[in-house]
């Protein structure tokens, strides 16, 4: 059975950058088959796409001002984020996943469904 299982510091004050880890198992995180996707939260508010790896390419919410860097490590089977410059504002619920399929198409992730998530780590962005 897939799982994926977040770590990150939980608190972290503004800009500062945020590391964080998802652990995959029972299943490669360097399947080339899905895109290892970082999803977030914020308090009160919907999912928002941060990004995704896949094929040794990266994806990102342009939203994010190329804040953030995505990468695989396949000796320990699990893919990072890094958010640098961290605000209030990047304060949320912060989710791996992975997409069985997408397509990448003026700028934008194309989903065709998630079908493993982690559980989720709260990142909190505060003085």
């Known amino acids: 059975q897939v799982q994926l299982s977040e770590s990150g510091p939980g608190l972290v004050k503004p800009s500062q950058t945020v590391s964080l880890t998802c652990t995959v198992s029972?299943?490669?995180?360097?399947?080339?088959?899905?895109?290892w996707s970082w999803i977030r939260q914020p308090p009160g508010k919907g999912l928002e796409w941060v990004g995704a790896?896949?094929?040794?390419?990266?994806y990102y919410n342009a939203s994010l001002k190329g804040r953030a860097s995505i990468a695989v490590d396949s000796s320990s089977n699990h893919f990072s984020l890094q958010l640098s410059s961290v605000t209030p504002d990047d304060t949320a619920v912060y989710f791996c996943?992975?997409?069985?399929?997408?397509?990448?198409?003026?700028?934008?992730?194309?989903?065709?469904?998630?079908?493993?998530w982690g559980q989720g780590t709260q990142v909190t962005v505060s003085s």
């Open positions: 029972g299943a490669s995180a360097s399947d080339t088959l899905y895109y």
């Open positions: 996943a992975r997409s069985v399929a997408a397509t990448w198409y003026g700028g934008k992730f194309f989903s065709a469904g998630f079908d493993t």
């Open positions: 790896i896949a094929s040794g390419s990266t």
